[in-house]
């Protein structure tokens, strides 16, 4: 298997107000291509810090990141953007998504930033929505769905651009029971069909899914 | 989806604060346009009741302001300050022919309307009016020539009495309307006038047309050297109530400078409270992909967005408030001009234009920190945020 992102070394420590808090202390990893890796361990050890930096969000303070042959933390903010619009899908525990926005808007408004036109967007988000089982919400607005149909938007937000990567933040953390086993049934899916995931979780159950679990504790990694 | 209908969709996001917003940028514009109106329908009335004058010169007592000249041209009441003495002066002077005005004022039905003694023939002929109904008055006889809106407003028609002064007149004849304010005014016979109104022969100014018109300042030489009065030129005079107009004009586009300055911070604000409400939303865009560049983009856009559309709502009902303030504004004898001039009180298009994009200019600028201040946010404290 190829490695497709190599993390090396990476520290990240945030400069609040009172006292700088340190988040991750010179961890390594690398993910394959294909694989699905689940980041575990207790809240505020730098699990969704590592995931944030590999899908360029933010920048290490020490350390380099590489993904797909470029190093991330050499990169200008534009060129992340345009790493985040291609390379990498983000979905977040509370689905983030846009409330002004109807479910189709949510969806082409992540291929508007990858240059897509209008009339492919529209088409793309159908397919998107009607594979993740929403096609008949695709004009409802996002506030008026339930939690487990907001996460499955998110999720075909995050496979708008065709990524390399889908990152996940606690995908299930805000899900009830049968909404968790759609979602998780999805990503299954997509791990089947060759898409790389990184998944961050609490959950055994969930983490028990994946090849690969790594533990994130006190800014550490351990495999 | 494209940046056009993402801005619409949060420009209505939120639409208590649309709207509020709105307000403010189009009273702004309204009050401009309002004052831009008033001034362009002053200006060009005075451009045209000057034309209308038929002089190249005008004779009045020396020692008259802007103010009086103003009234020379609106036909308001003046005083009766040019001896008779002093007018056979005038008309002794070779090359020129004179018309002297006595302006007066009287009640119809208990309400004011101006009165103005003429030469009754050569007026006409010099004013190149038309008499539309009845004849022009003999001079010398109780009579009078009633402007077009006047006669419209009492119901005038040749024949009809009217009491000036507790004199029983008769309506000789009606002028076609000359789109001046000689269509608000009761001509009669200079000497009636002077006999009504016992001014002793002194009339309030004299209009002269100079036979050659390249010896005007000749003419006004002879005129100052042989009586005790001012000469003007025509051109004097419309310059010099011209700078008094603009000086009004001056203060009122003041005012709604003020207006918009405030409207372009209720923009700041609005779209302060929009980059910290919204600040989870710009996490988001960041995150599937939208560069700084972009945010800023379109938060300024959404900005300009309200200069536009407060503004073509601004300009739509500054239109419309022109016109229905006009009449009362012209109901002040020195913006007395403005009130048969309604249609071109309203700004050409090429100038509604310049608003349109001025406001839009306006609207943007003010959105430039709070967009710089959106565009700054990092993607992960934004979508952190909570």
Known sequence: ?223 | MNDFRLIMRNLFGSRSRFALTLVGITLGITALVVMISLGTGLRTQIDKQASDLGANLVVTPKGWCAYEQVKVLSGNQLPDAIPPEELVKIEAVEGIETLPYLTVGSAIENEPVPVTGILMADTVEMKRWSVEKGDVPTDGTPTILAGSSIAESFDLAPGDPVTLRGVEFTVAGLIAETGTRDDAVLFIPLDVAHEVYETDGRVSFVAIKVDDVSKVDLAAQRISDAANVAVVSDKQLLASVLSVVDSVGTTLRIIAAVAILTAAFGIVNTMLMATFERRRDIGILKSIGSSNARIFRLFLFEAGAYGFIGGVVGLIVGVIASRLITPYIASNEFTAFVGSATVDAIPPFSQMGLILLGSVVVAAVAGVYPAMRAARLTPVEAISYE
């Open chain 1, 1 to 223: 298997m190829n490695s497709i992102m190599k993390v090396q070394g990476v520290h990240k420590t945030y400069n609040g107000r009172s006292v700088p808090t340190t988040a991750l202390r010179g961890v390594n990893l690398e993910i394959e291509a294909g694989s699905f890796t689940c980041l575990v361990g207790p809240s505020g050890h730098g699990k969704s810090t590592l995931l944030h930096l590999l899908g360029g969000l933010d920048r290490p303070c020490e350390g380099s990141i590489e993904a797909f042959g470029q190093r991330l933390e050499h990169m200008s903010d534009a060129e992340l953007a345009r790493f985040r619009a291609h390379k990498v899908g983000f979905v977040f525990q509370f689905f983030n998504l846009l409330k002004g926005l109807t479910v189709a808007e949510n969806v082409e408004v992540a291929m508007m930033f990858a240059g897509l036109p209008a009339k492919e967007q529209s088409k793309r988000a159908a397919e998107l929505l009607e594979s993740v089982g929403l096609g008949d919400k695709m004009k409802a607005r996002a506030n008026e769905l339930s939690g487990g149909q907001m996460q499955r938007v998110a999720i075909a937000r995050a496979l708008a651009n065709d990524p390399d990567v889908l990152l996940l933040d606690e995908p299930t953390g805000n899900l009830d029971t049968v909404s968790e086993g759609e979602v998780l049934g999805i990503l299954d899916e997509l791990h089947r069909q060759g898409r790389t995931i990184v998944m961050v979780t609490h959950g055994a159950e969930v983490a028990a899914r994946a090849q690969r679990i790594v533990e994130v504790r006190d800014g550490r990694v351990s495999v």
